[in-house]
C-alpha cells in the first residue's frame, strides 16, 4: 500500500535528514507546502494570482486552498507510490484534511515523531560553528576543532549564525513545541503516534524509520468523509 508519510520533530531534531533519505531510498517525492504554493503564486493562473494576493498581503492561505494544492500535487504520477511530506499538516483540522486526502488516494499515513531531549537538541543547534573560507561544519560540543575557533584544514576562523544564539534556539524551540502540542497530543490520542530516539546516530534513526515504513506500524485510514 502506498504511504504518506509525516515527520513531527523540533528544529535541529534531523527531520530534512530523514525525509531526504527516505525520498531517496523509497522514491516519495518531498512534498514542501510552502515551496509548492510559491511555485503555484509565480504562475499566471486564477489560482495563481489568488496565492499571490494572499501571500503578498502576508495572510494566511486558507486550509481549504492549501488542501485543493495538496490534493492536486499528490494526485500526479511520482506520487503513486507515497511521498514526505514537509510543513503539514500543521494544526488539527489540517490532520482532519490529510485524513480526507489520504482516503481518496487510498494510502496509509505513516506518523514519526523524532523525540529527542532538549539539552542534547540546544548543544547541536547552539555549539555548531563554520570556516569563513572552506565551509567545513563543526560543533563545540560533538566536534570541536584543535584550536578553539579556528579551522583543523586551513587555520581560518570559524563563524557561528546569528539564529545559533542560545537564547534564539531557545525562543525558536519553545515556539515549536506551543505550536505542535495540540497536533502531537491529537495523534497520541489516537495511538498512531510512532516515536523515534532521535539522539541516535543518523544512520541508526534511519533504519529505524525505514522499519517502520516497511513494517506493520501503519494504520489504515478507513475511507471516511469529514468535509461535512
Ligand atoms: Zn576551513
Not at 504562475?43 to 494572499?54: I, Y
Not at 494544526?91 to 485524513?99: G, M, V
Not at 549564525?161 to 502531537?184: C, M, N, Q, S, Y
Request: aromatic letters at 6%; hydrophobic letters at 35%.
Amino acid at each position: 500500500m502506498s504511504k504518506i508519510i509525516v515527520i513531527i520533530g523540533p528544529p535541529g531534531a534531523g527531520k530534512g535528514t530523514q525525509s531526504r533519505l527516505i525520498s531517496e531510498k523509497y522514491g516519495f517525492p518531498q512534498i514542501s507546502t510552502g515551496d509548492l504554493l510559491r511555485g503555484i503564486a509565480s504562475t499566471d493562473t486564477t489560482l495563481g494570482n489568488e496565492l499571490k494576493r494572499v501571500l503578498d498581503t502576508g495572510n494566511l492561505v486558507s486550509d481549504e486552498i492549501l488542501a485543493k494544492v495538496l490534493l492536486e500535487r499528490t494526485s500526479s504520477q511520482d506520487c503513486l507510490n507515497g511521498f514526505v511530506l514537509d510543513g503539514y499538516p500543521r494544526t488539527i483540522p489540517q490532520a482532519h484534511l490529510l485524513e480526507t486526502l489520504a482516503g481518496q488516494q487510498g494510502k496509509a499515513i505513516v506518523l514519526l515523531r523524532i523525540a529527542i531531549d532538549e539539552d542534547l537538541l540546544m548543544k547541536r543547534l547552539t555549539g555548531r560553528a563554520t570556516c569563513s573560507r572552506c565551509g567545513e561544519i563543526y560543533n563545540t560540543y560533538f566536534f570541536p576543532p584543535r584550536v578553539s575557533d579556528i579551522c583543523d584544514i586551513d587555520g581560518a576562523p570559524l563563524v557561528r549564525r546569528g539564529d545559533d544564539r542560545p537564547e534564539t534556539v531557545a525562543h525558536r524551540l519553545a515556539a515549536f513545541r506551543a505550536k505542535t502540542e495540540p497536533l502531537i497530543a491529537y495523534y497520541s490520542q489516537s495511538g498512531r503516534l510512532i516515536e523515534v530516539d532521535g539522539s541516535r546516530e543518523v544512520d541508526e534513526v534511519f533504519d529505524l524509520i525505514c522499519q517502520l515504513i516497511n513494517g506493520d506500524a501503519v494504520i489504515r485510514k478507513q475511507m471516511t468523509d469529514t468535509s461535512g
